[in-house]
């Protein structure tokens, strides 16, 4: 053990605060992928999401506190702040998601982009996990590069989805529903650009540690 690690043993724990961050807000797109799947349990399933949001929630407050009682830290400490914030973001959104669905009483039948969204954003945040992972070894660069690349590549194909969605929504004649249903699915689109903003992160983090 070097003398650095000697004086500050406790400074990686924030790479592990991240990486279980990130496995929380994996664990949330789980459960909307499952809601897309059971969609007559929506109650029960923005409940799961409401609960998975405030553990992700004291996990950003855990990293936060750390920050405040740590004198260096493995990478720039705004970094490290800025990228638990836009993890949580992304959980955010999944759950607003839901509350939108309940307020909107949206709860007979699933929209029918919905499933292929919440599959993506699942996607997004699996190779998210991987990206953040790679935090513990900067040299390793090329490994991350690559799903952060995966990342932005999904985010494109959201934006593609949504246009067709819209679009098709839009040749309805239910005024009220397509615009609750627009904003459900500009919100799932937004999802996976926030993912992708952690992903753009991640690679000028990567760049400035290697």
Do not use: W
């Not at 669905?101 to 292929?116: Q, S, V």
């Amino acid at each position: 053990m070097g003398l650095r690690e000697f004086l500050i043993p406790e400074e990686r724990k924030f790479f592990n605060h991240l990486e279980k961050e990130v496995a929380i807000v994996k664990v949330g797109a789980q459960m909307l992928v499952n809601l897309s799947q059971e969609y007559d349990k929506l109650d029960q399933y923005a409940q799961k999401l409401d609960n998975i949001e405030h553990e992700c929630d004291c996990e950003v407050h855990e990293i936060t506190a750390m920050l405040n009682t740590t004198f260096i830290t493995p990478i720039d400490r705004e970094d490290i702040q800025s990228l638990a914030t836009e993890i949580d973001d992304v959980m955010d959104i999944m759950d607003a998601i839901t509350r939108r669905l309940l307020i909107f009483k949206i709860t007979d039948k699933c929209p029918k982009y919905f499933p292929e969204n919440a599959e993506l954003i699942l996607k997004s945040v699996i190779e998210m996990e991987k990206a953040v992972k790679g935090l513990k070894n900067p040299t390793k660069t090329k490994n991350m590069q690559k799903h952060c690349i995966r990342i932005n590549e999904y985010e494109n194909e959201g934006d593609h989805m949504l246009a067709k969605a819209v679009g098709e929504l839009f040749d309805g004649d239910d005024v009220k529903y397509i615009l609750k249903v627009k904003e459900i699915y500009d919100l799932l689109e937004f999802c996976t650009d926030k993912c992708e903003e952690v992903a753009n992160h991640l690679q000028e983090i990567s760049g400035k540690n290697a």
